[in-house]
C-alpha cells in the first residue's frame, strides 16, 4: 500500500515557474514507477509525465515536453515535477501516481496506477 501527498501548487503569472512535490509513504516506492496527471472541471485527467522507478526513464506529454521535469529521489520518498515557462492552459488540479506494474513503459492512461494522491491545484493567471 502506497499513500501519496502533492504540494507546490498555487497561483503563478503566465511564463513563471513552480515545482510541484509528491511524497509518498512505505518503504517501498523506490520500486514504483510514478506519474502526474492534471484535471480541469468537466474534462477527463490528461497525462502529463511519468517517471520510473529508478529515474532512469522518463515519457512526457507533447504539451508540456521542453517545459516541465520530472524527477526522483527514492531516499526521500518523493518525486517532482519542475514546470517552467507556465500558460494559462496548463491551469489545472495536478495529481501524481504511482504504480508497480509495467515499471519502463510509457503508461499514460489512469488505469495503469494503482494509486494517487489528492492532487493539488495550479493556476496560472495571463
Known amino acids: 500500500q502506497v499513500q501519496l501527498v502533492e504540494s507546490g501548487g498555487g497561483l503563478v503569472q503566465a511564463g513563471g515557474s513552480l515545482r510541484l512535490s509528491c511524497v509518498a509513504s512505505?518503504?517501498?516506492?523506490?520500486?514504483?514507477?510514478t506519474g502526474w496527471f492534471r484535471q480541469i472541471p468537466g474534462k477527463e485527467r490528461e497525462f502529463v509525465a511519468r517517471?520510473?522507478?529508478?529515474?532512469?526513464?522518463?515519457y512526457y506529454a507533447d504539451s508540456v515536453k521542453g517545459r516541465f521535469t520530472v524527477s526522483r529521489d527514492n531516499a526521500k520518498n518523493t518525486v517532482y515535477l519542475q514546470m517552467n515557462s507556465l500558460k494559462s492552459e496548463d491551469t489545472a488540479v495536478y495529481y501524481c501516481?504511482?504504480?508497480?506494474?509495467?515499471?519502463?513503459?510509457?503508461?499514460?492512461?489512469?488505469?495503469?496506477?494503482?494509486?494517487w494522491g489528492q492532487g493539488t491545484q495550479v493556476t496560472v493567471s495571463s
Open positions: 501516481a504511482a504504480d508497480r506494474r509495467f515499471n519502463t513503459g510509457a503508461v499514460s492512461t489512469e488505469a495503469g496506477y494503482a494509486y
Open positions: 517517471i520510473s522507478s529508478s529515474g532512469a526513464i522518463k
Open positions: 512505505g518503504r517501498t516506492f523506490g520500486s514504483y514507477a
